[in-house]
């Protein structure tokens, strides 16, 4: 009997450290798929969520990533670091409201945020536009000041970022046009590695930061369907030489996944985004020629 309880004491023992050695489970949720400022009534303004341990690391602030981050289920106090690819509204429009709302939810501790010039003074106006509010919130509902928790960080080349015992985030400098500069960040977590795009054309640099990785959001645009986005703009053809040359098609998508070698290409930032929409399998079947990889077409709140 006291060897079968030895016996079961130590196999109970081994599980347990098992179980402890597992390394933590990285969630990527897709919190807005959408391409361009315009709202849309089918996809949210891009941002996604990386939670690992329990913390949040949001990519891009489009217009209601708060809302989005609590529709998935992902609290607002566990934010503890944000990065913005560029400095384009579609991206950063919320970035302000989101430290702003999820302060006046539950957020307590420190936020650090990077991404590129003028993120500091954004910071600083954003709190200054805001200060009436954030003074009687401190006032009547006995709120820490919100200036002290949050700390920006201006990057202008790429490289190491910042890393945590969740993550280490490498940047990556890419070409989104006059959007200068513009970045690629790839999160290495302790059970996979995830690169976002952010805007860009089609990248080398994009393609060494990604090399090897699980899974890679790639923004993508569907050259068929421009003349139809064309058709409500009135300033088409700037329109259309920007996207064409600040942006990625799907073709060219399937190219930067198979030369990165990633497992998991997941086609973000769609253009055109808006209704009528284009099916999911549209987009896969346009990008399956370049890439022979597992190909998901990015949807709002999808959990991968």
Sequence with gaps: ?????????GAAALAATGAAAQPAKSRLILLGTGGGPTPKPNRAAPAQVIVVGGTAYVVDCGNGVARQLVLAGVP??????????????????????LLLLAWATNLTAKVNSYGPPPLT???RLFLEMND???????RDEGRPALAPLIAPHEI??????????NVKVTAALVDHGAARPAFAYRFDC??????ISGDT???????????????????????PALDRLMAAEPNARTLREHLLSAHTSTEEVGRIATRAGVKTLVLSHFVPGGLPAIPDQTWVDAVRPTFSGTIIAGRDLMEL
């Excluded at 202008?156 to 015992?165: E, L, N, W």
């Excluded at 302790?190 to 690169?195: E, H, K, L, N």
């Design 1 to 9: 009997m006291a060897t079968r309880r030895a016996f079961l004491g």
């Design 76 to 97: 607002l106090g566990a934010i503890r670091d944000i990065f913005l690819t560029h400095q384009h509204s579609d991206h950063n429009a919320d970035y302000g409201n």
């Design 121 to 123: 003074a954004m910071t």
């Design 132 to 138: 009436t509010d954030i003074a009687t919130r401190m």
């Design 156 to 165: 202008v080349t790429g490289g190491p970022v910042m890393q945590d015992a």
């Design 190 to 195: 302790p059970d996979r590695s995830i690169v």
């Design 201 to 223: 054309r089609p990248s080398d640099n994009l393609v060494k930061l990604a090399q090897g990785a699980d899974i890679l959001v790639h923004e993508v645009m569907y050259l």
